[in-house]
């Protein structure tokens, strides 16, 4: 028998003093890696996410849960058209 696997989940408030110790005390990230417990992979990609987050390249919380709700709408307002465009030609034949 085959257990599910678990995946340890690191809080952001970690995330960004594991990334703090790469760019502002000067260790290397795998030195951080290491005195920490994770894989330099991970750390890695925490560090890329904290310098796009710094960049203004990727979308904050609030951000993406509007441009979810955005796109919902979006979605709905097309099939409203749809519905309209053919319920408009189907009166339009009937009229004549």
């Known amino acids: 028998m085959s257990q599910k696997r ?7 408030e970690f995330k ?6 790469v760019n502002d ?3 290397s990230v795998p030195e951080a890696a290491k005195a ?3 894989n330099p992979n991970m750390l890695y990609r925490w560090k890329e996410k904290f310098e ?3 960049a203004g390249s990727q979308l904050s919380e609030s951000e993406r849960d509007e441009l979810i709700r955005l ?8 099939m409203e058209k749809e519905i309209l465009k053919k319920a408009s030609a189907f009166f339009a034949k009937e009229m004549k």
């Open 16 to 21: 960004e003093e594991a990334v703090s110790l």
């Open 52 to 54: 796009a987050k710094q």
């Open 6 to 12: 678990t995946y340890k989940q690191y809080s952001t």
């Open 25 to 27: 005390q000067g260790y």
């Open 71 to 78: 796109r919902k709408e979006n979605r709905k307002l097309l």
């Open 36 to 38: 920490l417990g994770i």
